[in-house]
């Protein structure tokens, strides 16, 4: 039934020549362009990025005592620029359905069967105009769905050589560069994390939904006050309001891990505050931590996650401590080592047996 596809024609070396190759089985995909320049770029933002891939290329090289291929070198340097940074792509065009820019990414695309409900409502409902208005350098302000997902890479043209334009020069951007270029730079993104001077409730989810399209999402957030779980307790009580705001407070990511964020705050002065994550909110297992005190995480901008943070707060820590995890973790632990115990036992007795017989 496989001879369909891969017949039993010999290659050499004892391989046969329609088979894949051991290497590209395990890494797929070779950067494009547009990859190239996202890494280019982001190191010319920050040239010790450069130097830290660059130590870790040599690590990787001495344990190996060989020179990469050039598969082995792309993956790991962009693995590494990939646990460095912490932007977002979006692909104009069938961004639900694309892989190779999540391979290299952090992307808004990507297919995946198992998405969150309130993700995949912004997929279906609010990603296609948000397209529209970032193709265009008129409109691109107006991607405020964009915006606060940390969209800082928009590409036009995947396979595009150069480099990244600015949109904040739309000038630029002229029919001649759009072939040109695999995207532009979205100036306009709000980041990893931001304040807000004020958090307006709404009555329902669906008219959260819609206030999206309306409210600035840079300066307020916005919530469905009726947020609760199976026991009645409201999420999101007490959360609506205004807030300190001076200007002059920053939030900057200083850790990621796919269980734990660290950001740090400066100048948090003139009351309590209020900031936004661009990190998809989910109710089970993540605490938040203000300077060690653990706090209540809200759900705000539909699908995001949004923290009440006292005056002269100076970190944050988001972590996942589901302890149904770890006790299941534990349990898996225990087993595995009890399996592993029978295995030798048995193998113990058996060799026992033929030494007596």
Not at 205 to 216: G, I, T
């Amino acid at each position: 039934m496989g001879l369909r596809y891969l017949d039993n024609e010999p290659g050499q070396n004892a391989e046969y020549a329609r088979w894949e190759k051991t290497e590209e089985k395990l890494i797929p995909f070779t950067p494009t362009y547009s990859d190239v320049a996202i890494m280019y770029n982001e190191i010319a933002e920050n040239p010790k990025l450069g130097q830290e891939i660059e130590q870790f290329i040599q690590e990787k090289t001495a344990e190996k005592n060989e020179p990469l291929t050039y598969r082995e070198d792309a993956s790991k340097r962009f693995s590494k620029l990939n646990r460095l940074t912490n932007y977002r792509v979006f692909l104009l065009g069938d961004y639900s359905q694309e892989t190779s820019i999540s391979y290299f990414h952090k992307s808004l695309g990507g297919y995946h069967a198992a998405k969150i409900q309130r993700y995949q409502d912004l997929i279906e409902r609010k990603m296609r105009g948000q397209m529209q208005l970032a193709s265009n350098p008129n409109t691109l302000g107006q991607a405020k769905i964009l915006h606060m997902l940390n969209t800082k890479y928009i590409i036009a043209n995947k396979g595009g050589e150069g480099v990244f334009i600015d949109m904040r020069d739309p000038v630029t951007l002229s029919p001649e560069n759009q072939q040109k270029t695999p995207g532009f730079i979205n100036s306009e993104a709000y980041g990893n994390a931001w304040f807000v001077s004020e958090v307006k409730a709404y009555n329902s989810a669906d008219e959260e939904f819609m206030a999206l399209d309306k409210e600035n999402l840079e300066t307020t957030a916005i919530t469905d006050e009726t947020y609760s779980n199976d026991n009645g307790q409201l999420f999101n009580e007490g959360v609506s309001g205004t807030y300190a705001y001076n200007g002059n407070e920053t939030v900057t990511m200083t850790s990621y891990r796919p269980n734990e964020i660290k950001y740090s705050l400066e100048n948090v002065n003139g009351g309590e505050h209020f900031i936004v994550f661009s990190e998809v909110y989910y109710e089970l297992g993540w605490r938040a931590y203000v300077d060690g005190v653990v706090t209540p995480i809200n759900r705000v901008d539909y699908t995001l996650r949004g923290l009440k943070v006292p005056e002269g707060s100076k970190e944050v820590i988001l972590k996942y401590e589901l302890k149904s995890f770890a006790s299941l973790s534990n349990i898996a632990l225990a087993s595995s080592s009890l399996i592993i115990l029978l295995v030798f036992g048995f193998g113990y007795l058996s060799i026992v047996k033929g030494k007596d017989d």
